[in-house]
T-cell receptor, first 112, second 113 residues
Framework: QKEVEQNSGPLSVPEGAIASLNCTYS??????FFWYRQYSGKSPELIMF????GDKEDGRFTAQLNKASQYVSLLIRDSQPSDSATYLC????????????FGQGTTLQVKP | DADVTQTPRNRITKTGKRIMLECSQT?????MYWYRQDPGLGLRLIYY???????NKGEISDGYSVSRQAQAKFSLSLESAIPNQTALYFC????????????FGPGTRLTVL
């Protein structure tokens, strides 16, 4: 089992729809969870982080964390073609070592 | 000006050559990291450093070495480049402590022929 798993996609949604991106992790001791957006050929850009169970909203983005199920998700409301990118889920490494473990990323395509 | 810079941005080299990739940051962060990214494999950690005197191997350190010349500078070397080291390389920084957020440089695209 990979430490951080994401469906590689591509996930295709129409413009204006809600895109739901999912991530599971294996280390129950993980405390910090991050979503990065990466456009093709560019560097990852942090868009959301969440530390506590529940939802965290920032504009069109909502991160959801369920530690009991070891599951973190990212919802993008009113998806735009400019949201088309790869979304990387990252989880802080075991024993809070300061390392992040990245999933392989989910490619999102928003079609006009 | 970018907070995290990498040089060169693109490099083509031949098998067996020694290559150095450089990373500089103006964020004042203590922690620096080197990753490589390959299609379908996500980001994999090569080396990381929590301060000038602290260097740690990541999951794929074989064939690589690093030097932390100063708080702001962290370089990655390929002593004898091989074709399967062709990849996109990213440097990242973080503040440390309770903050695990990492901030990435623009990347170096390395091709080994």
């Amino acid at each position: 089992q990979k430490e951080v798993e994401q469906n590689s996609g591509p996930l295709s949604v129409p413009e204006g729809a809600i895109a739901s991106l999912n991530c599971t992790y294996s280390d129950r001791g993980s405390q910090s969870f991050f979503w990065y957006r990466q456009y093709s050929g560019k560097s990852p850009e942090l868009i959301m982080f969440i530390y506590s169970n529940g939802d965290k909203e920032d504009g069109r983005f909502t991160a959801q964390l369920n530690k009991a199920s070891q599951y973190v998700s990212l919802l993008i409301r009113d998806s735009q073609p400019s949201d088309s990118a790869t979304y990387l889920c990252a989880v802080n490494g075991p024993s809070n070592t300061g390392k992040l473990i990245f999933g392989q990323g989910t490619t999102l395509q928003v079609k006009p | 000006d970018a907070d995290v810079t990498q040089t060169p941005r693109n490099r083509i080299t031949k098998t067996g050559k020694r290559i150095m990739l450089e990373c500089s940051q103006t964020k004042g962060h203590d922690r620096m990291y080197w990753y490589r990214q390959d299609p379908g494999l996500g980001l994999r950690l090569i080396y990381y450093s929590f301060d000038v005197k602290d260097i740690n191997k990541g999951e794929i350190s074989d064939g690589y070495s690093v030097s932390r010349q100063a708080q702001a500078k962290f370089s990655l070397s390929l002593e004898s480049a091989i074709p399967n080291q062709t990849a996109l390389y990213f440097c990242a920084t973080s503040a440390g402590g309770s903050s695990h957020e990492q901030f990435f440089g623009p990347g170096t695209r390395l091709t080994v022929l």
